[in-house]
């Protein structure tokens, strides 16, 4: 999946690819080797480069991330209707990006959380630094929804990020077991029509 700004030098360039690996085949199961074919460096430039391949692929995540937010931004700046509203299209624009037969099915950080749980320190703590910057995302959202009368009141917005991703995360484990986009779509209809909209007195 390739989304935002283009490489724009080597170690942009060697991040994409890394990005492209990982959602393909997995942290364990992209070798060393095969980023250096696809990247088309010598070992000794990589290591220069990243240090070693657990570094390699934190710096992934976070580069991956900042593409996907930007991307994320721009695209819902474009949309007209509430703030809920464009939430919605987005996040069924988010589910046709997901290739059932060409690519793992899920993004990088939901693969690579599910793989990587008993990884090292470094590790896990980069992908909770990726989730809790989606989750403060994610609440400033709901913030605005509340403000605009469109989501509950009755329960903090932080409550309902997390309510929000966790249920999502839910829903990509049942679409790679089912290998189909229908659980996450069930999963924004029953978001957006049942629990988060306010509640009827």
């Known amino acids: 999946m390739t989304r935002g700004r283009p ?3 080597s170690r ?8 492209s690996l990982f959602q393909l085949h997995g942290y364990h199961g992209t070798s060393l080797s095969m980023i250096l074919e696809a990247c088309g460096v010598s070992r000794g430039s990589f290591y220069n480069f990243f240090g070693g391949k657990e570094a390699y692929a934190i710096e992934v995540i976070e580069h991956y991330q ?23 299209i987005m996040m069924r624009r988010l589910i046709e990006e997901f290739s059932i037969s060409n690519e793992r099915i899920g993004g990088l950080l939901a693969n690579l959380s599910g793989e990587m749980a ?15 910057r989606v989750l403060h995302a994610i609440t400033d959202d709901i913030r605005i929804c509340q403000e605009e009368g469109t989501v509950r009141t009755d329960l903090p917005a932080n409550e309902l990020a997390q309510l929000i991703w966790d249920y999502w995360q839910g829903a990509v484990l049942r679409m790679k077991t089912e290998n189909s986009r229908a659980p996450l779509y069930q999963a924004v209809d029953m978001l957006w029509q049942n629990l988060l909209p306010p509640q009827q007195l």
């Open 66 to 88: 900042v593409l996907e937010m930007d991307c994320w931004q721009e695209e819902f700046s474009r949309l007209e209707g509430s703030h809920a509203a464009k939430m919605q």
């Open 7 to 9: 490489p724009t030098h």
């Open 12 to 19: 942009e360039a060697l991040l994409e690819i890394g990005n």
């Open 118 to 132: 008993l990884a090292s320190d470094n590790f896990r703590a980069a992908i909770r630094n990726a989730i809790s």
